[in-house]
């Protein structure tokens, strides 16, 4: 089993995350933003990624502290998991529906992190969360777990598709990705390390 806990604590946020990418998609969840939550459940639920995550942070202040954090240690868990990364899949993608929201992910376990976001709303507010922190939060994940990803909202009226949509599919890409394939041996590239 590939699992990894991480630990977190700065003066604004407590974070602890505990992964098992060999899961069957089985949460325990709880942060101070309920929204954040109910997007973890999802993101463990279709990664059929075991997940553990508590998550205390000064939203008072802003919820921008404690997304972020969430997302910077969401990230090194996965790598942290991912261990030598022999016979992964490497890349993974994904394009998922919601209604009328359509959302495409592509990731390459690259160990050279870039993060594309494009299409999603910028200056709206859901759940008194502004729309922006989940660029934020996949930034820090993509950056922390040191993988390309790219993430496009092709359409989509209702941010709450949006946001859902965008961690289901991520999930459903990682999954992907993070899978071991027998056929490949050692390290899937030509260097011999990612």
Same mark, same amino acid.
């Given at each position: 089993?590939?699992?990894?806990?991480?630990?977190?604590?700065?003066?604004?946020?407590? /974070?602890?995350? +505990?992964?098992?990418?060999?899961?069957?998609?089985?949460?325990?969840?709880?942060?101070?933003? @309920?929204?954040?939550? =109910?997007?973890?459940?999802? #993101?463990?639920? =279709?990664?059929?990624?075991?997940?553990?995550?508590?998550?205390?942070?000064?939203?008072?202040?802003?919820? =921008?502290?404690? /997304?972020?954090?969430?997302?910077?240690?969401?990230?090194?868990?996965?790598?942290?998991?991912?261990?030598?990364?022999?016979?992964?899949?490497?890349?993974?993608?994904?394009?998922?529906?919601?209604?009328?929201?359509?959302?495409?992910?592509?990731?390459?376990?690259? !160990?050279? @992190?870039?993060?594309?976001?494009?299409? #999603? @709303?910028?200056?709206?507010?859901?759940?008194?969360?502004?729309?922006?922190?989940?660029?934020?939060?996949?930034?820090?994940?993509?950056?922390? +777990?040191?993988?390309?990803?790219?993430?496009?909202? =092709?359409?989509?009226?209702? +941010?709450?598709?949006?946001?859902? !949509?965008?961690?289901?599919?991520?999930?459903?890409?990682?999954?992907?990705?993070?899978?071991?394939?027998?056929?490949?041996?050692? /390290? @899937?590239?030509?260097?011999?390390? +990612?």
């Amino acid at each position: 089993m590939r699992k990894a806990t991480v630990k977190r604590v700065t003066s604004e946020t407590s /974070i602890e995350i +505990l992964i098992n990418l060999d899961g069957s998609g089985d949460y325990k969840v709880k942060t101070d933003v @309920p929204f954040l939550t =109910h997007m973890l459940e999802l #993101f463990s639920k =279709h990664g059929l990624f075991d997940l553990e995550v508590k998550a205390t942070g000064d939203v008072e202040v802003d919820y =921008h502290h404690l /997304i972020e954090d969430v997302g910077i240690v969401l990230g090194e868990v996965v790598k942290r998991a991912l261990g030598s990364k022999k016979s992964i899949n490497r890349y993974g993608f994904f394009t998922l529906p919601m209604d009328e929201t359509l959302i495409s992910v592509a990731v390459d376990l690259s !160990g050279r @992190p870039y993060f594309v976001y494009k299409g #999603f @709303p910028q200056m709206a507010t859901l759940m008194g969360i502004e729309f922006d922190l989940f660029r934020e939060f996949w930034k820090s994940f993509a950056f922390s +777990l040191e993988c390309n990803l790219h993430i496009n909202c =092709h359409y989509g009226l209702n +941010l709450h598709h949006i946001a859902e !949509g965008t961690f289901k599919c991520v999930a459903r890409a990682l999954k992907m990705a993070v899978d071991i394939d027998e056929k490949i041996k050692g /390290i @899937p590239s030509t260097k011999g390390k +990612l």
